[in-house]
């Protein structure tokens, strides 16, 4: 589904990302790991359309996506969640996500009528809202809601935008261990319908969670495969895992 | 048109950017550094040349009637630094424009209040009175060409203690990265107060010295800064070098558009294309070299941050 | 929700009785002052839409007045004095204006936004200075208010307030539609976040420019109004101070709420015509009065009564 061939990204001197390759199979979970700074927000980013590489290709679903737009890529199917959450603090949790299912129903240069009335998005946003388990929380503002909520919002807003491709740039930053536990549950529904790219530290989500995993050492990928295979490469322990 | 006329004008052109770079260098310094939009900037132009002409006409001497408005001018400049634009430093863009444009409000009125709407002029003593020659047959205005003068020296003066000195490379850090330099210890609120102060200093200069050649009124101050934002724009924010070079082009491109574009239409045209379009298109000149820059160049031509 | 309708009712009304009453205290003045407040009040609502719900600090708002005020004072010059001629003008090259000036500037963002919006209105208040024979810097008066086929009567002040009012109320109530629809929701939406606006699928420009060109067709009607209520046409309609001026309306009241706008208008200008009334020298005293509320007053007028519209 996913194709990236040599992505390469620099900020002055730093490459950020140095030549990457990598494939995402339709339906699974890929995850990638890697120390700080490794250069998986820049990978991703890249991937969504929020930077632009200086070289290198990225294939979706057989088209060329290298070059083009955030918006553009997202109503193919892309949808990505934030590492620092990033979403509508003045709107309340269900209008948030109903946001992000009007962007993929109909035209948005509607004048008259009310978006909040309209069922059509109402009722898709209610449903992706249940399946994160926020139903309780639809009315509250979104600045009102906890950190971990909020995560899940993050989540939600990617997946209501009906997507084939989820990016998700660590979904679990900040939260506690009740709620990381209700994270990877959910991720483990997701997984079995959604195809999935999955940047995270929390070492015990991506083993429970990857069908293959990459690590991305100082921009490069270094090792991909099996979550045993990962786990077993002497490189990898050496260069992060020895530290878990 | 002949090329002393020709000539004359580019020097006009060279004395509308000097003032224009003078208010040009504060302001940009301001917006780069302290990330503030400050409308009254151009309130400060014509406080300093109400002062001089004030000091001047108090002491009897043109001399001390500079040093003096000079003074009064950076005074003033660091009282509504503290005063108000204190508050704003967090404030986003829109609410410091609107404050400062308050700003604007208060010094013109007070400024008619105390000297009247009408405007003003100033005593040139007898060294800047008369002309200048400048090769045979052509002769310039002594006191344009010592604005052109002054400016220039300043210029090479800011140039000097922006590249060489350590405030100048306080200066430069502060405008490439406001936060780093608050990081790294520095005592930001006193470099803040420094640079609002040099650029106070300098838009009352600018004022004292192109009040002989424009007059001194009410609202003087709005009528510069629309081109001073021009200049900055085109020259890149947070950059004295953007500023230099901005104004001159603007001044330069403004005073020949002014000078040249109505007979030039009229002769390539027809006098009434000139007549009709001639003053207009001047006047629009500017802004749509602005477009042009921002088009190419979003940040403008020597942007500070990278 | 329901308190909030009541407000406006009691508003309303008060707005509705003023006229008699006052005709009947012999204090036409008020008809006056409340009249040209209420077109103002115009001008703030459509400048609210882009920047109070849009994020989109424009300071070339005022060039739609002067648009809708110079399409009626030229239509008028060469003796076309129908309101419906004249009116559509103003509405129309206001728009076409704000979408050739708003395809430009809308790309860029931040202070760059905010000085070519203030250029671009600058030009226009060059051109309506270098047109002699509109009057130049001086303006032009009025030849003859607008006509409508006998139906309003401009000439008569009461007739004319009613229609003000009227039309300030159909103003509200399409930025209100506007704001809570779909493309409302996106426009606050790119203000709120762009970042994630992107990230859902819209891409904010045309949106933005819709909005621009709303916002604009709405000042021109404004602009139109307030030539028949002057009966002179001036330069100075166009000036980045008029600009500042709206804004301010906009920001005293309180941003992106629905009332705001024709609060912050009511209170400012009321507030000039108060400190007119004490010396002529009132703008020392507003001038600071104005930098003493940015500096407190965040949330305007509006969050006094209620919470902003969420």
Request: net charge positive; with cysteine; hydrophobic share 55%.
């Given at each position: 589904m996913l194709e990236v061939r040599g992505l390469t990204k620099s900020f002055g001197a730093l490459r950020a990302t140095d030549g990457i390759d990598l494939d995402v199979r339709e339906g699974e979970t890929h995850a990638v790991i890697g120390p700080n700074g490794a250069g998986k927000t820049t990978f991703i980013s890249q991937l969504a359309g929020n930077l632009l590489p200086d070289s290198g290709s990225v294939r979706f679903?057989?088209?060329d996506i290298t070059r083009l737009?955030a918006?553009?890529r997202?109503?193919?199917?892309l949808a990505r969640s934030f590492q620092i959450t990033s979403?509508?603090?003045?709107?309340?949790?269900?209008?948030?996500?109903?946001?992000?299912?009007?962007?993929?129903?109909?035209?948005?240069?509607?004048?008259?009528?009310?978006?909040?009335?309209?069922?059509?998005?109402?009722?898709?946003?209610?449903?992706?809202?249940?399946?994160?388990?926020?139903?309780?929380?639809?009315?509250?503002?979104?600045?009102?809601?906890?950190?971990?909520?909020?995560r899940?919002?993050e989540v939600?807003?990617a997946?209501?935008?009906?997507p084939?491709l989820l990016l998700l740039d660590e979904p679990m930053a900040g939260m506690g261990t009740?709620e990381s536990?209700?994270m990877i549950?959910?991720l483990s529904?997701l997984k079995?319908?959604k195809t999935m790219i999955l940047i995270e530290h929390d070492m015990d989500a991506v083993f429970r969670l990857a069908d293959r995993i990459s690590v991305l050492v100082y921009g490069r990928v270094i090792a991909t495969g099996s979550p045993e295979a990962i786990r077993a490469n002497e490189e990898v322990r050496r260069a992060y895992l020895g530290a878990d | 048109?002949?090329?002393?006329?020709?000539?004359?004008?580019?020097?006009?052109?060279?004395?509308?950017?000097?003032?224009?770079?003078?208010?040009?260098?504060?302001?940009?310094?301001?917006?780069?550094?302290?990330?503030?939009?400050?409308?009254?900037?151009?309130?400060?132009?014509?406080?300093?040349?109400?002062?001089?002409?004030?000091?001047?006409?108090?002491?009897?001497?043109?001399?001390?009637?500079?040093?003096?408005?000079?003074?009064?001018?950076?005074?003033?400049?660091?009282?509504?630094?503290?005063?108000?634009?204190?508050?704003?430093?967090?404030?986003?863009?829109?609410?410091?424009?609107?404050?400062?444009?308050?700003?604007?409000?208060?010094?013109?009125?007070?400024?008619?209040?105390?000297?009247?709407?009408?405007?003003?002029?100033?005593?040139?003593?007898?060294?800047?009175?008369?002309?200048?020659?400048?090769?045979?047959?052509?002769?310039?205005?002594?006191?344009?060409?010592?604005?052109?003068?002054?400016?220039?020296?300043?210029?090479?003066?800011?140039?000097?203690?922006?590249?060489?000195?350590?405030?100048?490379?306080?200066?430069?850090?502060?405008?490439?990265n406001?936060?780093m330099?608050?990081a790294?210890?520095?005592?930001?609120?006193?470099?803040?107060?420094?640079?609002?102060?040099?650029?106070?200093?300098?838009?009352?200069?600018?004022?004292?010295?192109?009040?002989?050649?424009?007059?001194?009124?009410?609202?003087?101050?709005?009528?510069?800064?629309?081109?001073?934002?021009?200049?900055?724009?085109?020259?890149?924010?947070?950059?004295?070098?953007?500023?230099?070079?901005?104004?001159?082009?603007?001044?330069?491109?403004?005073?020949?558009?002014?000078?040249?574009?109505?007979?030039?239409?009229?002769?390539?045209?027809?006098?009434?294309?000139?007549?009709?379009?001639?003053?207009?298109?001047?006047?629009?000149?500017?802004?749509?070299?602005?477009?042009?820059?921002?088009?190419?160049?979003?940040?403008?031509?020597?942007?500070?941050?990278g | 929700?329901?308190?909030?309708?009541?407000?406006?009712?009691?508003?309303?009304?008060?707005?509705?009785?003023?006229?008699?009453?006052?005709?009947?205290?012999?204090?036409?003045?008020?008809?006056?002052?409340?009249?040209?407040?209420?077109?103002?009040?115009?001008?703030?609502?459509?400048?609210?839409?882009?920047?109070?719900?849009?994020?989109?600090?424009?300071?070339?708002?005022?060039?739609?007045?002067?648009?809708?005020?110079?399409?009626?004072?030229?239509?008028?010059?060469?003796?076309?004095?129908?309101?419906?001629?004249?009116?559509?003008?103003?509405?129309?090259?206001?728009?076409?204006?704000?979408?050739?000036?708003?395809?430009?500037?809308?790309?860029?963002?931040?202070?760059?936004?905010?000085?070519?919006?203030?250029?671009?209105?600058?030009?226009?208040?060059?051109?309506?200075?270098?047109?002699?024979?509109?009057?130049?810097?001086?303006?032009?008066?009025?030849?003859?208010?607008?006509?409508?086929?006998?139906?309003?009567?401009?000439?008569?002040?009461?007739?004319?307030?009613?229609?003000?009012?009227?039309?300030?109320?159909?103003?509200?109530?399409?930025?209100?539609?506007?704001?809570?629809?779909?493309?409302?929701?996106?426009?606050?939406?790119?203000?709120?976040?762009?970042a994630?606006?992107?990230a859902?699928?819209?891409?904010?420009?045309?949106?933005?420019?819709?909005?621009?060109?709303?916002?604009?067709?709405?000042?021109?009607?404004?602009?139109?109004?307030?030539?028949?209520?002057?009966?002179?046409?001036?330069?100075?309609?166009?000036?980045?101070?008029?600009?500042?001026?709206?804004?301010?309306?906009?920001?005293?009241?309180?941003?992106?709420?629905?009332?705001?706008?024709?609060?912050?208008?009511?209170?400012?200008?009321?507030?000039?015509?108060?400190?007119?009334?004490?010396?002529?020298?009132?703008?020392?005293?507003?001038?600071?009065?104005?930098?003493?509320?940015?500096?407190?007053?965040?949330?305007?007028?509006?969050?006094?009564?209620?919470?902003?519209?969420?």
């Amino acid at each position: 589904m996913l194709e990236v061939r040599g992505l390469t990204k620099s900020f002055g001197a730093l490459r950020a990302t140095d030549g990457i390759d990598l494939d995402v199979r339709e339906g699974e979970t890929h995850a990638v790991i890697g120390p700080n700074g490794a250069g998986k927000t820049t990978f991703i980013s890249q991937l969504a359309g929020n930077l632009l590489p200086d070289s290198g290709s990225v294939r979706f679903a057989g088209n060329d996506i290298t070059r083009l737009s955030a918006p553009r890529r997202a109503r193919m199917g892309l949808a990505r969640s934030f590492q620092i959450t990033s979403i509508y603090p003045e709107f309340n949790a269900l209008d948030n996500v109903a946001l992000a299912v009007q962007a993929h129903c109909g035209h948005s240069f509607r004048f008259w009528k009310p978006a909040r009335g309209d069922r059509s998005l109402a009722e898709p946003a209610e449903r992706v809202l249940q399946e994160v388990g926020l139903t309780d929380r639809r009315t509250v503002l979104a600045a009102n809601l906890s950190h971990g909520e909020q995560r899940q919002l993050e989540v939600a807003m990617a997946l209501a935008t009906n997507p084939r491709l989820l990016l998700l740039d660590e979904p679990m930053a900040g939260m506690g261990t009740d709620e990381s536990q209700r994270m990877i549950a959910l991720l483990s529904r997701l997984k079995k319908t959604k195809t999935m790219i999955l940047i995270e530290h929390d070492m015990d989500a991506v083993f429970r969670l990857a069908d293959r995993i990459s690590v991305l050492v100082y921009g490069r990928v270094i090792a991909t495969g099996s979550p045993e295979a990962i786990r077993a490469n002497e490189e990898v322990r050496r260069a992060y895992l020895g530290a878990d | 048109m002949t090329w002393t006329l020709v000539f004359e004008q580019l020097l006009n052109g060279v004395q509308l950017g000097v003032t224009l770079f003078l208010m040009a260098a504060g302001l940009t310094l301001v917006l780069g550094i302290m990330n503030l939009v400050n409308l009254a900037h151009g309130s400060l132009y014509m406080v300093g040349a109400y002062l001089a002409i004030a000091a001047s006409q108090w002491t009897g001497s043109y001399a001390a009637g500079v040093v003096l408005g000079l003074a009064g001018t950076l005074l003033i400049g660091m009282i509504v630094e503290v005063v108000a634009l204190r508050a704003l430093y967090a404030r986003d863009h829109l609410d410091q424009v609107l404050a400062t444009f308050g700003l604007i409000l208060f010094f013109n009125e007070l400024v008619a209040m105390l000297w009247g709407r009408a405007s003003v002029y100033a005593q040139l003593p007898a060294y800047l009175r008369g002309h200048v020659e400048l090769f045979s047959g052509s002769s310039y205005p002594m006191v344009r060409m010592a604005v052109i003068v002054v400016g220039l020296l300043v210029a090479v003066l800011l140039w000097y203690v922006v590249t060489r000195t350590r405030l100048g490379m306080l200066i430069r850090a502060g405008a490439s990265n406001r936060t780093m330099v608050a990081a790294l210890g520095v005592n930001i609120r006193l470099l803040y107060t420094v640079v609002f102060g040099v650029g106070a200093a300098l838009a009352g200069l600018a004022g004292l010295m192109a009040g002989p050649i424009y007059g001194v009124q009410p609202g003087m101050g709005e009528l510069i800064l629309i081109q001073v934002f021009v200049v900055i724009v085109i020259g890149g924010i947070g950059s004295v070098r953007g500023a230099l070079v901005g104004a001159l082009i603007v001044g330069i491109v403004d005073t020949l558009g002014r000078a040249f574009l109505k007979p030039m239409l009229s002769a390539m045209i027809s006098p009434t294309a000139g007549d009709a379009a001639g003053p207009a298109l001047a006047s629009m000149l500017i802004y749509l070299l602005m477009a042009v820059v921002l088009a190419l160049r979003p940040a403008g031509l020597f942007p500070a941050r990278g | 929700m329901r308190s909030r309708l009541i407000l406006w009712a009691i508003a309303v009304a008060l707005l509705v009785a003023l006229p008699p009453v006052m005709t009947a205290l012999g204090q036409t003045f008020y008809i006056d002052l409340v009249r040209r407040i209420m077109i103002l009040a115009i001008a703030a609502v459509s400048l609210n839409l882009i920047l109070g719900y849009g994020g989109m600090v424009s300071f070339g708002h005022a060039a739609y007045l002067g648009i809708g005020a110079y399409a009626v004072g030229i239509l008028a010059f060469y003796g076309v004095t129908s309101g419906w001629l004249q009116w559509a003008l103003a509405v129309g090259a206001s728009a076409i204006v704000a979408a050739l000036i708003g395809a430009v500037s809308i790309r860029t963002s931040g202070i760059y936004f905010i000085m070519i919006t203030l250029a671009f209105t600058q030009m226009l208040y060059y051109l309506g200075i270098s047109l002699e024979e509109f009057g130049g810097d001086d303006g032009m008066r009025l030849k003859a208010k607008s006509q409508f086929s006998g139906l309003i009567d401009l000439g008569n002040p009461v007739s004319f307030y009613y229609l003000a009012l009227a039309l300030l109320l159909l103003a509200v109530l399409l930025v209100y539609r506007i704001v809570n629809s779909r493309f409302g929701m996106v426009l606050r939406a790119a203000k709120s976040n762009e970042a994630r606006t992107r990230a859902i699928g819209f891409a904010p420009y045309p949106y933005r420019l819709a909005a621009f060109v709303i916002a604009g067709a709405m000042c021109g009607l404004a602009g139109a109004l307030y030539a028949n209520h002057t009966n002179y046409i001036v330069p100075g309609l166009m000036s980045w101070q008029q600009s500042g001026d709206i804004m301010f309306m906009v920001i005293l009241g309180g941003m992106a709420s629905t009332a705001g706008p024709v609060l912050g208008t009511f209170a400012l200008l009321f507030v000039e015509e108060l400190l007119k009334g004490w010396t002529e020298h009132w703008q020392v005293i507003l001038g600071p009065l104005l930098v003493l509320s940015v500096i407190f007053f965040r949330r305007g007028l509006a969050g006094i009564f209620y919470k902003p519209d969420a």
